[in-house]
């Protein structure tokens, strides 16, 4: 095998954002995975890329720019990943959650971003199908949905136009360090490749890979879960969630929903979408269940349940199917897009949680620019891996 | 959550079969089926079973359905009618959508600390031209219409394939007062018992071998009217020139069946292609479990076979899910299930049966080379 500018490890939606963006700069880049491309957690997720429920400031921040990105790479790829900018509505099922929603959307509008509330009357309009009893809710028209696992191919097949080499079904053995810890190579199955600098966008695997260099990168597998329903006529035409959903995201404590016990035990929270296909896919569900990625009854009972309150007409759609994937959880629910500086060479960009495909575009281009030593698009100094080594002293 | 020492899916001969031998033994026993009747296929089987007097041979396929719900219901044994299951999940979760009283339905969970898999096999379909009309359909579903529901699926049908299930529901047919207008086959041998063919060509239905179906013609509604077959050449490809047309409204698919193998599959039970037994099944031992401990399977949904074979494969599986919940003592299970693997040697005899004889031991043996020994056999010799 030969020596590269830089080795991606994981295929995902963020590993081949990195690796299409080293390429753009003229980088020699190989892109590894132990799979297939989008193999992961990319392939079971849901399909959307939201600023509506992201923390007001540096998360908001990305996400937005993350969604410019991507309108930017839909038109410039030949590659088509689905990208359709259908807008986002956050519903607020009693007064407390509208007042708490129209201080958040307030908030984001100042920092000038397109959020605005709209009443009881306006969403009805928007959403005929929607249950009558709701308050109102954020009305985000930027946010998008696209193909997660499109997305990945996508940034591949380009990054390939630019000389980028991928390395599927290709096991990472040992990672090669020198005397001062700096980065030499990899030894794989596949034979030694030998680089200077590593990204490791393994996900939830990424600390299997950071034990190979040293480190302990504190991300958790943290499952979703979502239906898909038969094929159907068109009954939602919007991205929807229901505003406990943010909650639910951000474990607010002080938060309670006024939910059945199974709903509650499961921590579901609705939303739903309308795919190109036809089907309806509708979540969700969160919890740490390690690597085990397989249906739960229970699970499914209660978001079937939860997408029946918000959306009545459900109970005459069959479900077809659940599907579950595993996100890399971390516990400030901020990803990790930084160097090691225990490990010269050795570079992070992991632990998105559910916001990996939205986060994807702009990852990319920051750690690109990380790997250039160029100043980034944002202070980042938030997303740095160095805040859980100051944790563990 | 409701408890079942041991749930069955599927209330056809296997299932009866298991739900009957693990409820003697004292287990609580749930089956569970989606159809309207218990008895699986058998109630269809209005003919006489061939094979040893040991297996009930001259008794009809519905009357041995009879004597096993009869069996089922003195042993106590609770079957849901009406109910799918839709899915096993972890931790021995079995998912219902229960048929309640009014048509409705409700999604019940079952805690079951035994799994017996028994859904039986369905019908492999040929694809030609017009293949989704109206009137064309399995010969399985043909033989349904006749001898369960009383309604004939067209008046000229049209047969395609010569096994015993289409030799035997070709006759039934003209029982039943449809008028076969053609047997055609693709091989240039019957495949089914010549005594089958011999019947049916006596009572003047054409065979036509070497022959496939290319096309089924619709009439205004779309319902089938014609049937366009033709001569096929040694790589079963159609000879142009030799089409012929025949007068029809039903076209019944004999082309064998495939195992139902969705609920194996959901658990990820290892699994191993056999042609002899229909396709992809799950890997089973001597008690009739597959390599998810404590989910077992019997009859056609671990290769398609016959009735008695299903039945006496249920009796293991029973036994078995019974013996590893301590409800029956080790050497009396053992005993059992040695004499109905001797039986089971017995079925699967002469030109047909040995084939399945010896595609058995392959799969046993792919087992223990896969998944390992039975924990009850590594419990016995120590």
Known sequence: MKAYDVVVIGAGAIGTSVAYHLCEKGYEVALIDHGDIANGSSSHCDAVALICDKQPGLDTQMGAASIALYKELAAKFSYDFEFDQKGCLYVCETESEYEAASAYANRQAQDGYDMSMVDAKTLAEMEPYLAKDLIGGIWTPGDAAMSPYKVCFAFTEEAKKLGLKVYTYCSIQKILLGEKNQVEGIETDQGTIYTKKIINCAGVWAPDVGKMAGIEIPIQPRKGMNLISEKTKRIVWHKILEFGYMMSKFDDINFKRNVSPLVEEYNVAFNIEYTNDSNILLGGYRGFRGFDARSEIEAMKAIAERGMRFFPCLKDINCIRSYAGVRPFVVDHLPIVSDVEAVPGFYIAAGHEGDGICLSPITGKIMAQVVAGEKTEFDISKLKFSRFEKNVL | ?382
């Open chain 2, 1 to 382: 959550m409701i408890e079942k020492d041991v749930v069955i899916v599927g209330a056809g001969p296997a299932g009866l079969a298991a739900g009957i031998e693990a409820s003697k033994a004292g287990a609580n026993v749930l089956i569970i089926d989606l159809n309207i009747k218990p008895g699986g296929q058998l109630f269809k089987q209005i003919h006489k079973f061939f094979g040893s007097s040991a297996h009930r041979s001259g008794t009809r396929g519905m009357d041995i359905g009879m004597l096993l719900l009869r069996e089922a219901e003195e042993n106590g044994v609770e079957i849901w009618l009406k109910s799918t299951v839709i899915g096993l999940f972890p931790g021995n979760k079995v998912a219902v959508e229960k048929g309640l009283e009014n048509e409705a339905k409700e999604v019940v969970t079952i805690l079951a600390k035994k799994i017996i898999v028994a859904t039986g096999a369905s019908e492999n379909v040929v694809r030609f031209k017009g293949w989704t009309k109206p009137g064309v359909m399995g010969a399985g579903a043909a033989q349904t219409m006749i001898n369960v529901n009383h309604v004939k699926p067209g008046e000229k049908v049209v047969m395609l394939g010569s096994g015993n299930v289409g030799l035997i529901v070709s006759y039934q047919l003209m029982q039943a007062g449809c008028d076969v207008v053609a047997l055609v086959e693709a091989a240039p041998k019957i495949g089914g018992y010549a005594v089958h063919a011999a019947k049916i060509r006596r009572a003047g239905v054409p065979i036509y071998m070497k022959h496939t179906i290319i096309e089924a013609i619709g009439d205004e509604t779309d319902c089938v009217k014609e049937v366009v077959i033709a001569e096929v050449d040694d790589k079963f490809q159609p000879i142009s020139g030799t089409e012929k047309v025949i007068e029809a409204d039903c076209v019944a698919i004999a082309a064998g069946l495939k195992p139902t193998v969705e609920l194996t599959r959901l658990l990820n039970c290892e699994f191993t292609f056999n042609g002899v037994f229909g396709g992809f099944i799950p890997l089973h031992n001597k008690n009739m479990e597959t390599s998810v401990e404590g989910v077992y399977v019997a009859g056609d949904a671990t290769g398609v076979e016959e009735a008695n074979t299903a039945l006496e494969e249920g009796r293991i599986a029973g036994i078995a899910a019974a013996q590893s919940l301590s409800l029956i003592a080790d050497k009396e299970a053992e005993e059992k299930k040695d004499a109905i693997w001797k039986r089971l040697e017995m079925l699967r005899l002469g030109p047909f049966g040995e084939r399945r004889l010896s595609a058995k031991e392959v799969v046993l043996a792919e087992y223990l080379n896969k998944v390992g020994m039975p924990q009850a056999e590594i419990k016995l010799k120590g």
